[in-house]
């Protein structure tokens, strides 16, 4: 740049810099789509931040911004295990299905966990990361769900028995939440007909409610529910996957992980807490 260059770009300076009129200009500024300040009462363009606005809107062989090497999306107690077992060096940060969806889209993670049921499809996962570019869905493990129950408390058998009973929520962007809310307008149980406890971030969270006795009940992982004593009625099962960005996969903490859920490790490790499939694992369900 020379020294004489301006800090600031007019919109006539900037349109033919970009080649475009200047009315594209006054709307691209009105979208939020350019930096630009109103500071002077006349629009200017900093003329740094449009080189660098410039730089993330390029393709071909400019290298992407490299992701944080975080796990995100829904907790999974084996999947957490496999991640400090593997000492594959990927920090997490597990919020629930949909904030990690979120959060990795905005590339805030190298790979996010799931478990999103599509009513529609009557499949999980793909239609939620159907807006992800340059990712692949990579199968990781079939879990089993349904209430978790206090061996000492009421008789819950199906969700409708559940009215009236405290009952342990997930928050509302976790795969469980909206899961649990699908199957109970199903089963005409209206979320209003029960008395919610304090609401759980995990798996464990939830299922420790009801172990301690501040809950009747929680839709939760049968391997939780087995670590706890707890009673188990069985619903569905799950299928649980990681969505992974395709340059991130090839480094070598995905690879970690990634080769260590192919070992006799991870199975060992699934038989001994319960509630897990691994029929699917590593196999590839969908690329963007």
């Known amino acids: 740049m020379r020294i004489d260059a301006p800090e600031f770009l007019t919109v006539a300076e900037l349109a033919e ?8 200009i006054y709307d691209l500024a009105a979208s939020g789509a350019v930096p630009c300040s ?37 907790h999974d107690p084996l999947l957490d295990w496999a991640v400090r077992e593997s000492r594959c060096g ?21 790979a996010c966990g799931l478990h999103v049921y599509d009513p529609a499809s009557d499949d999980w996962n793909i239609a939620a990361v159907a807006q992800a570019r340059d990712a692949v869905l990579i199968g990781f493990a079939r879990r089993r769900r349904g209430l978790v129950l206090r061996p ?23 795969g469980t939440a909206t899961l649990f809310d699908h199957l109970a307008g199903e ?41 706890f004593g707890l009673r188990f009625v069985p619903l569905m099962d799950e ?6 960005d395709r340059r991130a996969f090839f480094e070598p903490p995905m690879q970690g992980l990634m080769q260590f859920c192919q070992t006799g490790d991870l199975r ?21």
């Open 239 to 244: 299928r649980f996957d990681l969505l992974i």
């Open 268 to 288: 060992i490790q699934a038989a001994r807490l319960g509630g897990y499939g691994l029929d699917a694992v590593g196999t590839v369900r969908w690329n963007a």
């Open 152 to 174: 000492d408390g009421p008789r819950v058998e199906n969700l409708p028995d559940l009215a009236g009973l405290r009952f342990a929520p997930r928050q509302p962007l976790s």
């Open 90 to 110: 990927l920090a997490t940060y597990f919020d629930g299905s949909l904030d990690g969806l979120g959060r990795f889209l905005a590339g805030e993670g190298v």
């Open 38 to 74: 109103r500071a002077t009462g006349k629009l200017l363009f900093p003329a740094r931040e449009i080189r660098e606005w410039i730089a993330e809107h390029s393709t071909g062989s400019a290298t992407p911004a490299a992701r944080p090497a975080i796990l995100l999306g829904s």
């Open 17 to 24: 810099l970009l080649r475009l009129k200047e009315r594209k």
């Open 187 to 227: 089963a005409g149980l209206p979320v209003g007909h029960l008395t919610l406890t304090a609401m759980a971030r995990t798996e464990t969270e939830a299922v420790q409610a009801v172990a301690r006795g501040e809950a009747d009940a929680t839709f939760g992982l049968e391997t939780v529910a087995r670590d």
